[in-house]
């Protein structure tokens, strides 16, 4: 059901390319999307993003919404090209050596067999990886050269956004903490309450898988490459089984009560002793960091470090969109699919080509 439901989407829109090129004055190929001062975007390298992002949906989308997704994922490729090619003018594009330092730090949080295998989930090849970092390295060094570099934040900036803000660095203990997780095998939402929702075989697999683990931490292994190697959690694998900054409402809410109570026993350092249970699975819980409650004032090295991100990242975010906007007016972009999309849905209105 779900391959046929994909099938009628890509002949929907294969047979759009191949409908109205005749109506335009310009040469524009079948299974050319979009063109960007006369630099084609191709249909294939569209749908392979748009099949990933369907795919980590686990939704089939009806028409309608995956032609939205495929415009939205459009407009980003039509975004990157016009940023891709004014780094070219500015002669900044990312070299082998930069590209290949993201590589490095990109996999240092994987075993080879575990990186592969995210690529093979991801219907990635190792050319596809290089080629984003080759994209997302170069935009980075012209956003650099345009914009970050110039961006300064005052003392006076800093002591004004603390007045207006004092009342947010009034703030509740918090803990930093790692965690492994394992999760038996079926139904991965439902382990509390006597683990129901799986048989007993794969709650008892889980059950000494995490025992097994818990040991060799507990015995001086290094918490952070067993978690990398063996968590479950993908995402904080990645960084060594880290959660991040966490308060007691977050834990309670968003892993579980007894999840902050196991945590709450512990020194900086310390490991519970045994594995925590909650709807997820069994967590090895270890505490990194842990700050008291209190107001932190304005006197205080990260107080200041704090407020200084935020400005720069909000002035950041507010110049490097200004800036793309101003390539795109300076730019000729013609979106070929959503002129197609018209015409399959019958509206007769086509925008010019944007200068």
Known sequence: ????????????????????????????????????????????????????????????????????????????????????????KD????????????????????????????????????EDIHGELRKSTTIEKLFSKEITSKISVSDAEISDFFKKNKQIFNLPETWRVNHILI?????????????????????????????????????GEDFRVVARDNSDDSTSAQSGGDLGVLSAQQMEKQIGPSFFQAVQTLKVGEIFARPVVTQYGFHIVQVTE??????????????????RQVILGRRDNLLKTAYLDKLRNEAVVRNVLAEKILDEMGMTARPAAKK
């Open 1 to 88: 059901m779900q391959t046929k439901g994909m099938l009628i989407c890509a002949i929907v829109l294969l047979s759009s390319f191949g409908l109205g090129s005749c109506k335009s004055e310009l040469k524009i190929a079948a299974d050319t999307v979009a063109v960007v001062n006369k630099r084609e975007i191709k249909l294939v390298e569209l749908e392979k993003i748009f099949q990933n992002k369907v795919k980590q949906s686990n939704q089939i989308p009806s028409l309608e919404e995956a032609q939205t997704l495929r415009l939205e994922i459009l407009q980003q490729l039509i975004n990157d090209e016009i940023l891709m090619q004014q780094a070219a």
């Open 183 to 219: 999760t038996p095998k079926g139904n991965p939402t439902q382990v509390a309450g006597g683990a129901k929702g799986f048989d007993a075989q794969t709650v008892q697999e889980a059950q000494d898988r995490v025992v097994r683990l818990l040991k060799r931490v507990l015995g």
């Open 290 to 307: 842990k700050a008291a409650a209190g107001q932190h004032d304005l006197s205080e090295a990260a107080v200041q470090a704090n407020i």
């Open 91 to 126: 002669s900044l594009e990312a070299t082998e050596a930069e590209i290949n330092t993201k590589l490095t730090s990109l996999k240092k949080n994987f075993t080879e067999e575990r990186f592969q295998q995210s690529l093979k989930e991801q219907g990635l090849t190792v």
